[in-house]
Each structure stands twice: as structure tokens, then as C-alpha cells.
């Protein structure tokens, strides 16, 4: 289906946009090739330290052990399928292997106030044309800042997103650009590709399992 008739509405506008709708599968091969982003110093022995521990075997702060919520942009990074669902003024992203559904709000300027750093960040979305250019911040700081394809989570990351459609409805793109003055000397992008899945698709349940250090059956 094409987004042809998705065009930018007056702020402040609820907007209902069809075409993105459905269930995506990223494409596998996007994990080949990743290109090292422009760590700091400080930050590239961090990420050194990190992946010494993991590959001596040594017990490590792994967030998945405690169920600690993947966020944004780890679950637009993973392996497991999406389902993107669009109402007037919202795009709302569930992932099978996250318990936070992500809202990308279509008809908001800035973010609500008082709100506490969040997994997911806050989303605000407009239309350019065909594409859809989302902005994400008011992350928290919570969890190692680069579990996913190298991509950074923390309360010092913006993540600039331009989400568009193939000719033929059936290939989303997502063309992510992190911005992080901590760990990050320059801005870092990352592009994903996502197969339409047939319309019959469903999300798996896929729940963290609290504590299975302690089953003697886990493996």
C-alpha cells in the first residue's frame, strides 16, 4: 500500500495516515557490515572493557537477566518482528520482545511535562512528504548504552528517525541518526530494513523470565 496521500498536517491536527500499518520483519542481512561508531576515547574503552568480560566469560551486569525493558532504539534493532498500528494523531510500534509499546505522537510539539526519563524516550513525529521524520528524547539512563548494533541509549541521546516506505508498500526503512554529546564525538547513522509480513501475522508472546538463573532447568 502506498503512503502517496501521507502529507504533512497543521500542528496540532490529529492525522490519520494509512500504509505503515501491519507487521515487519527486519531484514537479517542489516547486521553485516556495521561500522563502529565515532566513540570517545573514554567511551571506546568502556565498549573494549565490556566485550573482554563477555568473550573471558565473566559475569557481567546483562540487563535481559533482570528483565530490564530493551527501549528505543534497541527494539527497532532487534531480530524479533514489529506491529505498527495508526489511529488519528498517534503511530504506536509494539515489539514481540518488548513489554513497552512505543507511541510516536503525530499531533504534539513538545513533550508532556513532568514526565520521568522513559525507556522509550518520547516521540514526536510529522510528515515530510512520504516520509515520516520522528524525533525521540527524554530517554532514561538506565542499562549499558550500546546493546543493539552499537546504538546508544541514555539520557543524553536524541535519535533523529526518517521512516519511509518502498514504491511497492512492501520494504519499511528506517534511517536512524543518534546524537549523544557523553559517549559520541560526532552524530552516528543507522539504517534498518523491514519486510512486510502477510496480513494473517501475529506477535508471539515472548515474556522475560524474572529470575531464571535460579531454575536449575534454564539453559
Same mark, same amino acid.
Given at each position: 500500500?502506498?503512503? /502517496? ?26 547486521? =553485516? ?66 513489554? #513497552? ?5 503525530? $499531533? ?26 520522528? =524525533?525521540?528524547? $527524554? ?11 552499537? /546504538? ?6 536524541? #535519535? ?17 541518526? #543518534? ?15 523491514? $519486510? ?24
Amino acid at each position: 500500500m502506498s503512503i /502517496a496521500t501521507a502529507q504533512a498536517q497543521p500542528a496540532g491536527k490529529p492525522t490519520t495516515i494509512t500504509g505503515l500499518t501491519g507487521m515487519w520483519f527486519m531484514e537479517q542481512n542489516d547486521f =553485516e557490515g556495521q561500522v563502529e561508531p565515532p566513540y570517545k576515547p573514554e567511551t571506546r574503552a568502556m565498549v573494549e572493557k565490556r566485550e573482554a568480560e563477555e568473550n573471558a566469560g565473566k559475569v557481567i551486569d546483562d540487563e535481559t537477566q533482570v528483565c530490564e525493558p530493551v527501549g528505543v532504539p534497541g527494539m527497532m534493532l532487534s531480530e524479533f518482528p514489529l506491529e505498527i498500528l495508526e489511529t488519528p494523531g498517534r503511530i504506536t510500534i509494539i515489539s514481540e520482545m518488548s513489554p #513497552l509499546a512505543r507511541t510516536i505522537y503525530l $499531533n504534539r510539539t513538545k513533550a508532556t511535562e513532568g514526565l520521568p526519563p522513559m525507556y522509550n524516550g518520547y516521540s514526536i513525529g510529522h510528515w515530510e512528504g512520504e516520509t515520516l521524520v520522528v =524525533e525521540t528524547e $527524554n530517554f532514561n539512563d538506565t542499562g549499558f548504552p550500546f546493546r543493539f548494533g552499537n /546504538a546508544v541509549h541514555s539520557a543524553t541521546t536524541r #535519535l533523529t528517525e526518517r521512516i519511509s516506505l518502498s514504491e511497492d508498500g512492501k520494504v519499511l526503512v528506517d534511517e536512524m541518526t #543518534l546524537h549523544d554529546p557523553r559517549y559520541l564525538t560526532d552524530s552516528y547513522k543507522i539504517v534498518r530494513h523491514y $519486510n512486510r509480513l502477510p496480513e494473517d501475522s501475529e506477535l508471539w508472546e515472548s515474556p522475560c523470565m524474572v529470575g531464571w538463573k535460579d531454575d536449575p532447568t534454564a539453559k
